[in-house]
């Protein structure tokens, strides 16, 4: 019971500054940091194995990278505007409404998308084997590659030269999503880690991640705010959605 009360004290407890700050988009920053959250609990209560401790400290480093990285990015810059047209649809209401359709709802997914990970918090400790190996090579591959995305755009974003061009440069050369590509491959890798704890359902966690970096709060909404830039239809054409593939030739 620790680890869902940790989950809802953090939890309640941003709503509250968001209501202080007139600012519901502090709950994208706490997305990485609340797997950690959820997650330490269920390891140190089960006996902290060699196994979850991996698994753990695999899961803050990712999770505490993006939450970093996220607050750089955005504190200091207002609400973002998604969280501002729902604070206008629902006017008033929006104080107490926010506390479930965004604070809860982010809990409920955390908690469903943690599956993988606390699975191995609750297993027995067997020997090292090739799974791990897999497991942490596809996780530290996704940090690596989410990462070197974000440098490579903060980078280009701040040479004011590139005011008003499209990133097309680097990993962004590839893939249109390198961050969102990043943060597939880790958790496909904590999926690897709980299939095999034998919990093959545990695998609803990454396919639901999944869903949300392609269709849901990801890709696909990103790309309907960048529709219509100059040089963006272009760069649609020519760039692969998500999986990393050589560059089109231009015709």
């Excluded at 999770?63 to 996220?70: I, T």
């Excluded at 504190?75 to 809860?104: C, N, P, Q």
């Excluded at 034998?198 to 790309?223: F, H, I, N």
């Amino acid at each position: 019971m620790i680890a869902p009360l940790a989950l809802a004290g953090c939890l309640v407890a941003l709503w509250l500054l968001s209501l202080k700050l007139h600012d519901s988009s502090l709950i994208d920053l706490f997305w990485g940091p609340a797997f950690a959250v959820v997650l330490w609990p269920e390891v140190l209560q089960h006996g902290a194995p060699p196994r979850a401790l991996l698994v753990a400290g695999l899961v803050t480093l990712w999770g505490v990278r993006l939450g970093a990285y996220l607050a750089w990015r955005n504190l200091g810059h207002g609400e973002d505007k998604r969280y501002t047209a729902m604070r206008a649809k629902h006017g008033a209401a929006w104080w107490w409404r926010s506390l479930f359709i965004v604070f809860g709802l982010q809990g409920v997914l955390v908690w469903v998308v943690s599956l993988p990970v606390r699975a191995v918090a609750t297993a027995p400790m067997s020997d090292w084997g090739l799974s791990d190996v897999l497991g942490t090579t596809l996780v530290l591959t996704g940090v690596l590659f989410e990462s070197l995305g974000d440098l490579q755009l903060a980078r280009f974003k701040a040479d004011p030269a590139n005011k008003g061009k499209i990133m097309d440069r680097g990993l962004w050369r590839y893939t249109r999503h390198p961050n969102y590509f990043g943060d597939f491959v880790t958790w496909w890798g904590f999926g690897v880690f709980g299939l095999a704890t034998g919990a093959w359902w545990t695998l609803l966690g990454p396919v639901v991640m999944s869903v949300l970096l392609t269709k849901v709060s990801g890709k696909d909404l990103l790309e309907q705010g960048m529709r219509g830039r100059p040089g963006y239809d272009d760069y649609l054409r020519r760039t692969s959605g998500f999986i990393p593939l050589p560059p089109k030739a231009a015709t």
